[in-house]
């Protein structure tokens, strides 16, 4: 099943795909966040892509309660998913871009372009977390569970 993971925040959104058998999760690109026109450009691409789920990292404290952006993270995935009619997997993003960060850092990314590719990278470690939690379970990629 082909995944898009969506990294959201106010200015910049991150986005990664996974492949058809789920066992890559790679990031793609930063996209501004321009409300509407980010939407319009989401269902486009997923139509080209192949998309088949979505993905939204929801943002969270330590603690596990929902952070002051998840509302707007979570609006955007359900705009999303209602436009282009795919299931929506809300995803605890808690320490993705410290993460993606760090495995950006080891691959001896330079800073200048570490900060360029850090959205695009925490969305992929965001789909790497699902990709492992499904294989975790035993769930095929031609199923939703």
């Known amino acids: 099943m082909r995944w898009l993971s969506i990294d959201h925040g106010t200015k910049k959104i991150g986005l990664a795909f996974s492949d058809e058998l789920e ?6 690109e930063v996209w501004p ?12 691409l997923c139509r080209e892509e192949g998309v088949q789920v979505l993905a939204v990292g929801l943002p969270r404290h330590k603690d596990g309660a929902e952070s002051e952006t998840a509302p707007a993270a979570r609006a955007f ?3 999303l998913a209602q436009r282009t009619g795919l299931p929506l997997r809300l995803v605890n993003e808690h320490l993705s871009s410290a ?14 372009k570490r900060k360029a590719m850090l959205d695009a990278a925490a ?9 492992e939690e499904r294989r975790a ?7 939703l569970d």
């Not at 379970?137 to 199923?143: I, L």
């Open 99 to 112: 993460e993606a960060e760090r495995l950006l850092r080891e691959r001896g990314v330079k800073p200048e």
């Open 123 to 131: 969305a992929a470690v965001i789909l790497a977390e699902v990709l």
């Open 33 to 44: 966040q321009e409300g509407e026109r980010t939407l319009e450009r989401l269902v486009r």
């Open 77 to 79: 995935g359900e705009a």
């Open 23 to 28: 066992i890559l999760s790679s990031p793609f």
């Open 137 to 143: 379970r035993g769930v095929a990629a031609d199923r």
